[in-house]
């Protein structure tokens, strides 16, 4: 009789991808309010590269096991969970802990993936989903008939959100690589070349009153020129420092900076607002309200997705077992949609 194994990526510091390490160890059992889940896909993101590189502002020490969100079956519920949800398809956000093939969670923290969304393409949607859902709608507030610019167009959450600007009927400036530019336009985006164009310049030559909302990614300059290019009313989402990645130092410093932007923008009488969005926010302090949120937002993308509103893009398919290849095709830069991992 064979016993099955979890099968977990260890990060052990600031390691090159070939250092990711595999360990083996037994299946974890479920506690009151949990739930083991049989990981069938996560993804790398942002973060986890930013992680490697101990970049990540608020990342556990080192060692520990990546991923940031994934979706799989409930193999298992503890006590006080009821067996209907036994066999279920799920989604669930992890921050870490997400590369392995068995994960404990609690039942109040998943969502139900629904039927006919394979758990790649539903991964794609995740994390990425609900990043973008919420910063056009519960920040943004974007109506039809507005113009937004969004940084990073054919990365992982500019994917998604260009798809649903598009869908509630909104114009979408987005900045590419060149060999992302006839993607995007298939998608109705206008893509501007932030490699050989001069962004501010040609955004304003495209909206000359300014653009409604900015999703800015990269962070250190790009955030006060984003700023710049708001129409009055408009609004800038800042959620992250991209271009911080490969920096040394405090990796702290860089988002700390853009709190400090945000902030003093925010108290401008100009009418224009700006924010620092993380997925996370609200967490520690309206736990509930959070989750509740969280299952609403994911919810309507998973049903934006079944609706043909959403294409879900999978760069790769690759096992845990490969999961340093996995990473240096994230970090590439060459791949247009998520890399996913499998068991």
């Known amino acids: 009789m064979s016993v099955i194994e979890r099968v977990e990526v260890v990060l052990p510091g600031t390691v090159e991808p070939e250092g990711l390490q595999l360990r083996h160890g037994p299946v974890p059992a479920a506690g009151a ?7 069938e896909a996560t993804g790398v993101s942002f973060a986890e590269q930013q992680m490697r590189r101990g970049r990540y502002y608020d990342q556990p020490p080192f060692p520990f096991v990546p991923g940031y969100d994934l979706v799989g079956r409930v193999a298992a519920v503890g006590p006080g969970v009821g067996p209907d949800v036994l066999g279920t398809r799920v989604a669930a956000l992890t921050k870490t802990g997400g590369w392995a093939s068995h ?10 993936v629904p039927e006919g969304l394979g758990a790649a393409e539903a991964e794609t949607a995740v994390v990425n989903g609900v990043t973008a859902w919420q ?21 992982g959450v500019g994917t998604v959100l260009v798809q649903l600007a598009r869908s509630a009927g909104v114009k979408v400036i987005g900045t590419a690589s060149a060999r992302h530019h006839e993607a995007l336009r298939r998608l109705g985006v206008t893509p501007v070349d932030y490699r050989t164009e001069d962004v501010p310049a040609r955004v304003r030559e495209l909206a000359p009153d300014g653009v409604d909302a900015v ?6 300059r790009s955030v006060v ?34 709190l400090g932007r945000v902030w003093a923008w925010q108290a401008l ?11 996370w926010g609200g967490r520690a302090f309206a736990k509930d309200r959070f989750r509740s949120r969280l299952r609403a937002d994911l919810g309507q993308v998973f049903e934006a997705m079944r609706r043909g509103e959403i ?21 590439s830069g060459t791949v247009n949609g ?4 499998t068991p």
Do not use: C
Not at 103 to 112: E, S
Not at 215 to 220: K, M, N, S, Y
């Open 135 to 155: 910063m056009l709608h519960r920040k943004a507030r974007i109506r039809a008939g507005q113009t937004v610019l969004v940084h990073g167009a054919n990365g």
């Open 225 to 258: 020129d984003s700023w710049r290019l708001l129409a009055k009313g408009g609004t800038l989402v800042s959620y992250g420092s991209a271009a911080t990645r490969d920096d040394s130092g405090s990796k702290q410093w860089p988002v700390l900076k853009i």
């Open 33 to 39: 309010g949990q739930v083991l889940v049989a990981m």
């Open 103 to 112: 994960v404990l969670l609690d039942a109040a923290d998943v969502v139900p």
């Open 215 to 220: 999703f800015d990614h990269v962070g250190g």
């Open 338 to 341: 998520k890399v996913v991992l």
């Open 311 to 331: 294409t879900a893009r999978v760069a790769a398919e690759l096992p845990l077992s490969q999961v340093a290849d996995a990473m240096r095709l994230a970090e």
């Open 269 to 279: 009488p100009n009418g224009r607002r700006a924010y620092f969005y993380n997925v």
